[in-house]
């Protein structure tokens, strides 16, 4: 495992961390082989691992906090996501910061995800959704720097709406967020363009999410696969989707160097940019 620097944190975390969606925030997740694979990843180097409080209504980060307390001579990375007051995935223009993360709010799970990990300090909160709308509102500004000034929050980031990765870039020019988490991949390379030159001149650190494109570049989707019912993949692979998330696959294979896996590739190509701290499969 090769380590990377995330950000201004001055922290040094695994170039690959542990995206923790999947585990109690997907049907038929099992705690059993979900703490066996969380295990394995640490045997492996992993140190940086990413949570939210919707991922089981706090299920994920409980079993993240007892992976953190079975390593107390490592020093393991907890980033995790407080949701939107108003539940709406993503969030959309027009919302207003007292109906999404109003501050009284962003206390209150500050405190409920502690809780669930059972710590007393978490590395990294961030807000599971954003709208740059709300840069300068000083409600949000207050309460993450009264929450760092008590020692519960060490940064805090913005998970960024899918497809909108400019929709971040006057928020961070307020010095108040100290990490991005954005959809980069082989097939989606929008970052480049404004918020990772952003991210560079700020010191910011990135978490590249969605390394895979749900699944595409893990080359095993073929044209029949089906999901058990219940599952998000469903919702996400209708047949349109499912056909060219194949096709678009199976035109990279010729790409592939010799030796190399379609997942080997598709990360090395996310940490081939040097903005990059870490890259969240899960």
Known sequence: ???????????????????????????????????????????????????????????????????????????????????????????RRGFKLEDVFPPDYIHEYTHKSLENLGLDRMDLMQFHVWEDDWAKDERWQRAIADIKAEGLVGAFGISINRWEPNNSLATLRTGHIDAVQVIYNIFDQAPEDELFPLCQELDIGVIA?????????????????????????????????????????????????????????????????PVVSTTIPG
Not at 39 to 48: I, M, N, P, S, W
């Open 1 to 91: 495992m090769e380590y990377r620097r995330f950000g201004r944190t001055d922290r040094q975390v695994s170039e690959i961390g542990y995206g923790m969606w999947g585990m109690a925030g997907w049907t038929g997740s099992d705690d059993s082989e979900s703490m066996q694979s969380l295990h394995r990843a640490v045997e492996l180097g992993c140190t940086f691992f990413d949570t939210a409080w919707a991922y089981g209504d706090g299920h994920s980060e409980k079993l993240l906090g007892e992976l953190v307390r079975a390593y107390p001579d490592k020093t393991l990375y907890v980033a995790t996501k407080i949701p939107p007051k108003n539940r709406k995935w993503p969030s």
């Open 209 to 273: 999410r969605v390394p895979f494109d749900e699944g595409t570049l893990t080359g095993k989707l073929t044209k029949d696969t089906t999901w058990p019912e219940g599952d998000w993949r469903n919702s996400f692979f209708v047949q349109e989707n499912l056909n060219a998330s194949v096709d678009h696959a199976e035109a990279l294979r010729p790409l592939i160097p010799d030796g190399m896996t379609m997942p080997e590739m598709a990360l090395r190509f996310i940490l081939s940019h």
